[in-house]
Every structure is written in structure tokens, then in C-alpha cells.
């Protein structure tokens, strides 16, 4: 933030222009060039794209790490990850690029794909969750579909870049992922569409497009 006169104000440092600048001057910046994948993480949206890179990269380099169909066990498509403590339904469906952590529950024919489910959350019989963040310790009902609308980068090109969104487009929230944050309860037989809803929210109807406060 500049102030009137022009003065920066002292707290305010600009990597590119205040650090960059002045090294590129001296002759101490240095590029190093890496063959890997890099992601920027400027967006929620953006956590499921780098949650991707890494899946990718764990069946390239530690497949062990990555859940495999097995009899008995849930329905694997793609690169899945799934914490040891965690209770998967064998009639589930999860894939491709879907994270599980520490202690999820996911009931009998559910649906995921494109997501990441942090510890303790719990997804009731039925459930679809579809390009989205589920908070630690959520609850998604029985029958509910949880969605939200991607914004990857042009996945054939390495080295893509995703686009700065800004949150609100003429006067209306951007179709993004959509964020459940930690303790929220979805109640069964909903429908919550490209929103985002803040921590220890317990809904009682359906939403779309709307930051649920």
C-alpha cells in the first residue's frame, strides 16, 4: 500500500522490485533451472492442482504410497492417497487425484474425485463430493453432492500457470472449488455448489455460488 506522497511505507516489501532488483544490480541473483514441477499456491483452487503434482509424482517415484484395488478394499481410479487409519467402504469410488487423511470415514457408495479430505472429516453413504476441500472434522450427509468448478492450468503444458482470480466477478462469487472449513456439517439429500463455507457452520439447506458465513 503507497501512501499519497509517494513514500513506501517501510513494512511493505515487493519481492520483485525491492529484493530482485537489487541483487540482479549487485550480481548476487542466481536462476536455477529445475526439470520438477512447480505450482503456485495463491488460491484454494490451487491446492488441489498442487495435490495433483504431488499424487503424480508419488506414482513415478513412490507408487507404495498410493492405495491400490484390492479385493475387499474401495474402488481406486487414478493416483489416490489414503491414510492408514482411515475406514473406507469397499463399495466407494474414489479417483482420480483424491487425497484422504488421518481418520476419514467414508461411507457405502460414495463418490470422490478431484479432492482433498483432511483428518476426521466423515462422508455418509451416498455422498458425491466432486473438486472440492473437505475441513478437518466435517460432516457431508447421506445422498448430499458437494461440487465445485475447477481451475486448473492447461494441463499439457509443464510449466502453466494458473490464473490469478480474483474472488468476486461483477458483484458475484467466481465459480471456484468449493471449501468446506473444519467442523461444518452438510445435512443429507443437499446440494452445495461452488461456495465456500466458513468453520463450524451446520447448513440445513442447499447452496450455490455464496460464501456461507
Do not use: M
Amino acid at each position: 500500500e503507497e501512501s499519497p506522497n509517494g513514500w513506501q511505507r517501510a513494512e511493505v516489501i515487493r519481492l520483485e522490485q525491492d529484493v530482485f532488483t537489487a541483487l540482479a544490480g549487485s550480481g548476487k541473483l542466481y536462476v536455477y533451472k529445475t526439470d520438477g514441477f512447480w505450482s503456485q499456491i495463491k488460491s484454494a483452487g490451487s491446492a488441489i492442482y498442487a495435490s495433483r503434482l504431488y499424487l503424480n509424482q508419488y506414482s513415478k517415484s513412490h507408487p507404495e504410497r498410493l492405495a491400490q484395488n484390492k479385493p475387499g478394499g474401495p474402488v481406486i481410479r487414478g493416483n489416490v492417497y489414503i491414510h492408514a487409519t482411515a475406514s473406507i467402504d469397499s463399495t466407494a469410488v474414489l479417483g482420480p487425484n483424491v487425497s484422504i487423511g488421518e481418520g476419514v470415514t467414508v461411507g457405502a457408495g460414495v463418490r470422490v474425485r478431484e479432492s482433498i479430505v483432511l483428518h476426521g472429516a466423515s462422508l455418509h453413504d451416498h455422498t458425491c463430493v466432486l473438486n472440492t476441500i473437505v475441513g478437518w472434522d466435517s460432516t457431508i450427509g447421506r445422498w448430499a453432492r458437494v461440487e465445485g468448478t475447477p481451475s486448473d492450468p492447461n494441463p499439457n503444458d509443464p510449466y502453466a500457470k494458473i490464473d490469478s482470480e480474483t474472488l468476486f466477478r461483477d458483484g458475484r462469487l467466481t465459480p471456484s472449488i468449493t471449501i468446506l472449513g473444519c467442523s461444518v456439517t452438510i445435512p443429507a439429500e443437499v446440494v452445495i455448489l461452488n461456495s465456500i463455507v466458513l468453520p463450524h457452520k451446520e447448513l440445513s439447506r442447499s447452496y450455490k455460488n455464496q460464501i456461507i458465513l
